[in-house]
């Protein structure tokens, strides 16, 4: 569900990054969310410690990889810069044991997987070709990074031209093709773990390990139709979570892997929810609307303590949001 922006988009994105603090969990499904910061902030992702966030910003020009306090009251304006350079980076995430973080960085046109140290420096490149790698994720011990990929059907670069471009929407991705697989935190040892072949049409894309790593939610694309998968961790036993919703998608572990986050299409705008691992109990824990431009909130992330919930917004661009998360 990740592109990368054009430039052309990038000026025309103006967003805010928002908190909110909540009382009792019966306040749910929220309504008002209140503005931190005033630039194009996204993509964020909990350090291991919870108290720092690593994202994507454009507030040094161009879309870098940047890590702010978790509480941050200065509106982000102490936020710190990790990577340089003319290419687009997209998606970082930070390994457990704290020490590294791994992203997406667009060169000549293809995203690739880098690692880098998590204060920015000595970045590796992991993935090379022509084949897209989107969405790394780390395996609970900072081993092995899971990420979505069209190595093994050999789609090239991501252009205006791809398929289904006339239905991208801001924050989304091309995602035709796309299996999961794993690799070394070096970059070796690669090892496929979902095949098209009995799906053709399928494409698997937002792939998380559990925090036990005995299993992987994703999301699985067929069609116009878009749910919530849970496999094993070597890829076996993939099977839906999603009941009958076709409009499902960025699911994310809770801090103790007992529920799962994501979003769902209600209506003309995305919301977040929450369900058991096994699809029951879901529960809609966002409501607030901005008028015609706010496409909803997406990238839902579990804070490590499972005391917030850290997801993206829609309003003219991208916003930020953090909330307490459902008892």
């Not at 928002?18 to 009792?24: D, F, W």
């Not at 094993?232 to 979570?241: E, K, L, T, Y």
């Not at 607030?288 to 804070?303: E, H, I, M, Q, V």
Request: charged content about 20%.
């Amino acid at each position: 569900m990740k592109i990368t922006l054009s430039a052309g988009l990038v000026a025309n994105l103006i967003s805010f990054c928002s908190i909110v603090t909540l009382g009792a969990g019966d306040e749910f499904p929220l309504k008002k969310l209140m503005p931190l910061t005033y630039v194009v902030d996204y993509e964020p992702f909990w350090s291991p410690d919870g108290h720092q966030i690593v994202l994507i910003s454009n507030r040094h020009g161009g879309m870098k990889v940047h890590t702010m306090d978790a509480n941050s009251e200065d509106h982000g304006s102490n936020m710190r810069q990790l990577t340089t350079g003319e290419a687009e980076d997209d998606s970082p995430v930070w390994s457990p044991d704290g020490r590294r973080i791994a992203f997406v960085s667009v060169r000549g046109g293809v995203p690739q997987i880098f690692v880098m140290n998590a204060d920015g420096t000595n970045p590796l490149q992991l993935t090379s070709g022509a084949s897209q790698n989107i969405h790394p994720a780390w395996s609970p011990d900072s081993s092995r990074i899971l990420f979505n990929t069209t190595h093994f059907v050999g789609t090239g670069p991501v252009t205006d031209s791809s398929p289904a471009a006339d239905k991208r929407v801001i924050g989304d991705a091309t995602d035709e093709g796309m299996d999961l697989a794993t690799m070394r935190a070096d970059g070796t040892d690669l090892q496929r773990l979902t095949n098209r072949s009995g799906h053709r049409d399928a494409s698997y894309t937002y792939a998380w390990f559990s925090p036990d790593g005995k299993s992987i939610v994703h999301r699985r694309l067929h069609g116009e139709v878009s749910q919530i998968f849970v496999m094993n961790a070597d890829g076996s036993d993939d099977h839906n979570v999603s009941g009958a919703s076709t409009l499902d998608g960025w699911p994310a572990w809770s801090s103790d892997g007992k529920r799962i986050v994501f979003a769902r299409r209600v209506q003309d705008a995305f919301q977040i929810f929450v369900m058991n691992r096994d699809g029951s109990e879901v529960r809609q824990l966002t409501d607030a609307l901005g008028g015609a431009k706010d496409g909803g909130f997406t990238n839902p992330r579990w804070s490590p303590d499972g005391t917030k919930i850290l997801c993206s917004r829609r309003l003219n661009g991208i916003t930020l949001v953090v909330f307490k998360a459902p008892s």
